[in-house]
């Protein structure tokens, strides 16, 4: 079985680089993080609407390009690899995927061709706290058609369009302009925001009829396979950066690459990058085919990208040395990004504990 990417997916992988190359430069990157009033590249999210990444997965019948997961799976892991400032993961990972899933024929005419030509930026609403989120946990209702209840925190949501809730009962549908209010919060990475969502009998709409902590899952089932890529594009540049870094570098006469102690972090970083590249694969597999074992192989892949950009990114600051650490070094980029797609979608604790779960069930099985 061949788990590498067909020639036209690396054609379309290696285009999307060279377009971020010349639109994402580190510099794009700081112009929103030193800019407390600008949460996203407006201008990027624009140009990279205009390529069709948002629509990539999305049917042709509702304005997508209908190519499939396996190759937003490659535009992904670009986006992760040029730490991109946009809401592309909340939008297209998130929202899209639960329309696809849930939405009626109406919603879907209604909100996918929108999506996939960047016109809505959409955010999905889960957590009300820290903790696991559980059918406990949830205190958000719905009566009579109106939405009453709290979301914290909800990335990219005072950028949002529309709004995944999850409520006691379900996934529903929430337009911004409907009367949320937004509490922009201060993030470890203010190139991906992050806010507080208040609905107080805001208009609503049901997405699907299945338990609401159930579809919670199958939607991030599906996004963490994307994320998972995302992680790994990141993983990748902060290996490239601490290798070319090892090369430049001399130190007592010689490139400090030549150094043991600096030769066992690159081979650490490539070991778990390519562990994570393997377990995504999987994943990307499993969610283009809607195998079955989706759950099991998304919680790998989950597990395994998140510790490899984590240990990537500071292995990296370490790398350099103390110019790592500074403010003009772009190690802290990726650093602060692996932190916060390590959250995304659940905590790393919680990914453990499901995969160790679905383990069990097919060893039962």
Not at 230 to 252: I, N, P, T, W
Request: proline share 3%; hydrophobic share 45%; glycine share 10%.
């Amino acid at each position: 079985m061949n788990f590498d990417y067909s020639d036209d997916q690396k054609f379309l992988k290696d285009e999307a680089r060279k377009f971020l190359g010349a639109h994402c430069g580190s510099d794009r990157v700081r112009a929103v993080l030193d800019d407390p009033a600008k949460a996203y590249d407006a201008d990027l999210w624009k140009a990279v609407g205009a390529q069709g990444w948002l629509g990539a997965a999305i049917p042709e019948e509702f304005g997508g390009l209908g190519l499939g997961h396996i190759e937003l799976c490659a535009i992904a892991e670009e986006l992760g690899r040029a730490c991109a400032p946009i809401p592309f993961a909340s939008t297209v990972y998130f929202v899209a995927e639960a329309l696809m899933l849930y939405g009626s024929d109406a919603q879907k005419v209604r909100w996918l061709p929108r999506i996939a030509a960047g016109e809505v930026i959409g955010a999905f609403a889960t957590s009300e706290g820290a903790g696991p989120v559980t059918a406990r946990s949830i205190r958000t209702t719905v009566s009579g058609g109106k939405l009453t209840g709290e979301k914290i925190p909800v990335t990219d949501g005072d950028v949002a369009d529309l709004i995944v809730v999850l409520a006691r009962d379900g996934l529903y549908l929430v337009e911004k302009s409907a009367g949320v209010t937004a509490e922009v919060l201060e993030t470890l990475d203010p190139t991906r925001s992050a806010a507080r969502l208040t609905f107080n009998g805001v208009p609503c709409e049901k997405l699907g009829s299945d338990d609401g902590i159930a579809a919670m899952q199958a939607v991030f089932d599906r996004a963490a396979v994307l994320l998972a890529f995302e992680q790994l594009g990141g993983a990748d540049r902060c290996l490239d950066m601490a290798k070319g870094y090892a090369l430049d570098r001399y130190a007592f006469g010689r490139q400090i690459g030549g150094y043991q102690a600096i030769k066992h972090k690159l081979a650490d970083m490539y070991v778990k990058n390519e562990l994570a590249r393997s377990n995504a694969y999987y994943g990307a597999w499993a969610l283009n085919v809607g195998a079955a074992e989706l759950p099991l192989a998304a919680a790998t892949a989950r597990v395994a990208a998140s510790d490899a950009y984590w240990f990537a990114s500071k292995e990296n600051i370490q790398t350099h040395g103390g110019m790592g650490f500074t403010w003009e070094s772009d190690c802290h980029l990726y650093y602060r990004r692996s932190r916060q797609l390590a959250l995304v979608a659940g905590s790393p604790a919680a990914w453990r504990e499901r995969l160790v779960g679905q383990l069990e069930m097919r060893n039962a099985a």
